[in-house]
């Protein structure tokens, strides 16, 4: 199983970034995804996630305004937008996939991480 996270990169502050998450044997139309993010000497802290079936999406009050997640299903692949980009954005970050089934079972997937550097 396979979740491939892409998309980062340098960019300067205020500008923007879009990370793509997809799999090629996961249906990730029924999961929910996640993005999380690890800086230097940090933990790692989950900043968005969009829900399987119904759909909705959560975002920490630090990128809410400021990301956008979103599902394309034609494409399997789970985008996160990222505009305004501060220094502090600066991480690795991650997409996780959940899949938890109506026997209880749950599945957890982790991508590679990608990393992000906001910096001038």
């Known amino acids: 199983v396979q979740l491939q996270a892409s998309g980062g990169g340098l960019v300067q502050p205020g500008g923007s970034l879009r990370l793509s998450c997809a799999s090629f044997?996961?249906?990730?139309?029924?999961?929910?995804v996640g993005w999380f993010r690890q800086a230097p000497g940090k933990g790692r802290e989950g900043i968005s996630c969009i829900t399987g079936r119904p759909m909705s999406t959560h975002y920490i009050d630090s990128v809410k305004g400021r990301f956008t997640i979103s599902k394309d299903n034609a494409e399997n692949t789970v985008y996160l937008q990222m505009d305004s980009l501060k220094p502090e954005d600066t991480a690795v970050y991650y997409c996780?996939?959940?899949?938890?089934?109506?026997?209880?079972?749950?599945?957890?997937?982790w991508g590679q991480g990608t990393q992000v550097t906001v910096s001038s």
């Open positions: 044997d996961l249906n990730l139309y029924s999961y929910a």
């Open positions: 996780h996939a959940r899949l938890v089934t109506s026997f209880g079972q749950r599945y957890d997937y």
